[in-house]
C-alpha cells in the first residue's frame, strides 16, 4: 500500500496544497501548471503531460470536478467520477500533484498556485487561455503544446458507440 499512499498524497487541496506549494516555493522549483477534464484518459494526453512536465520542475494538473464537467459538456459526463480521474492523473510519474477545481474556468486556482508556466493545448491561442493574463503579468510563461492528432476524448466515445 505504500506506493498507493505515494499516489493519494499528490491529490491536494486547501492547506495541503498551500503548505506544498510554500515548500515548492521555498525550494525554488519552477512550476508547470495546465487543468482539463481527463475524462478519458488517451494517449494524446499522455504525451500532452509529459511535454508540460518537461516545462520545469513540477507538473500541477488542475483537474474539473464532476459539476464543472457537467456545465462543459453536458449531462452525461464525465464518464469517471473526479475521484478517479484524479487517482489516475496522480498515478502518472511526472505529475507533482492534482488539484480539483469546481468553478468553470481555472482562473482562481491559477492567481493562487502563480505558475512559472501555463501550458494548454495548440488548440488554444495564447490570448484565449484562461489566467494568460494573470501569469504574464508577475513575468510567467504561456505556451501551447502541438495536439497528438488522432487522440481525442470525443474520438474514443464516437468509436464505441
Same mark, same amino acid.
Given at each position: 500500500?505504500?506506493?498507493? $499512499?505515494?499516489?493519494?498524497? @499528490?491529490? %491536494?487541496? /486547501?492547506? +495541503?496544497?498551500?503548505?506544498?506549494?510554500?515548500?515548492? &516555493?521555498?525550494?525554488?522549483?519552477?512550476?508547470?501548471?495546465?487543468?482539463?477534464?481527463?475524462?478519458?484518459?488517451?494517449?494524446?494526453?499522455?504525451?500532452?503531460?509529459?511535454?508540460?512536465?518537461?516545462?520545469?520542475?513540477?507538473?500541477?494538473?488542475?483537474?474539473? $470536478?464532476?459539476?464543472?464537467? @457537467?456545465? %462543459?459538456? /453536458?449531462? +452525461?459526463?464525465?464518464?469517471?467520477?473526479?475521484?478517479? &480521474?484524479?487517482?489516475?492523473?496522480?498515478?502518472?510519474?511526472?505529475?507533482?500533484?492534482?488539484?480539483?477545481?469546481?468553478?468553470?474556468?481555472?482562473?482562481?486556482?491559477?492567481?493562487?498556485?502563480?505558475?512559472?508556466?501555463?501550458?494548454?493545448?495548440?488548440?488554444?491561442?495564447?490570448?484565449?487561455?484562461?489566467?494568460?493574463?494573470?501569469?504574464?503579468?508577475?513575468?510567467?510563461?504561456?505556451?501551447?503544446?502541438?495536439?497528438?492528432?488522432?487522440?481525442?476524448?470525443?474520438?474514443?466515445?464516437?468509436?464505441?458507440?
Amino acid at each position: 500500500m505504500p506506493r498507493l $499512499t505515494a499516489i493519494n498524497r @499528490k491529490i %491536494l487541496a /486547501g492547506d +495541503s496544497l498551500d503548505r506544498w506549494l510554500a515548500v515548492a &516555493r521555498f525550494k525554488r522549483r519552477s512550476i508547470v501548471f495546465t487543468n482539463g477534464c481527463f475524462d478519458i484518459l488517451h494517449r494524446g494526453h499522455v504525451l500532452y503531460l509529459a511535454q508540460a512536465a518537461g516545462l520545469g520542475d513540477l507538473l500541477i494538473i488542475g483537474l474539473n $470536478t464532476d459539476a464543472s464537467v @457537467k456545465k %462543459l459538456k /453536458g449531462p +452525461s459526463r464525465p464518464y469517471q467520477d473526479e475521484e478517479s &480521474r484524479a487517482l489516475i492523473l496522480a498515478s502518472l510519474g511526472f505529475v507533482s500533484a492534482v488539484v480539483l477545481f469546481d468553478e468553470e474556468t481555472p482562473a482562481n486556482l491559477i492567481k493562487r498556485i502563480q505558475p512559472h508556466y501555463l501550458v494548454k493545448g495548440g488548440d488554444y491561442k495564447v490570448e484565449e487561455i484562461v489566467g494568460n493574463d494573470i501569469v504574464r503579468a508577475y513575468g510567467g510563461h504561456v505556451i501551447t503544446l502541438p495536439l497528438v492528432e488522432g487522440f481525442s476524448s470525443t474520438s474514443i466515445i464516437e468509436k464505441s458507440s
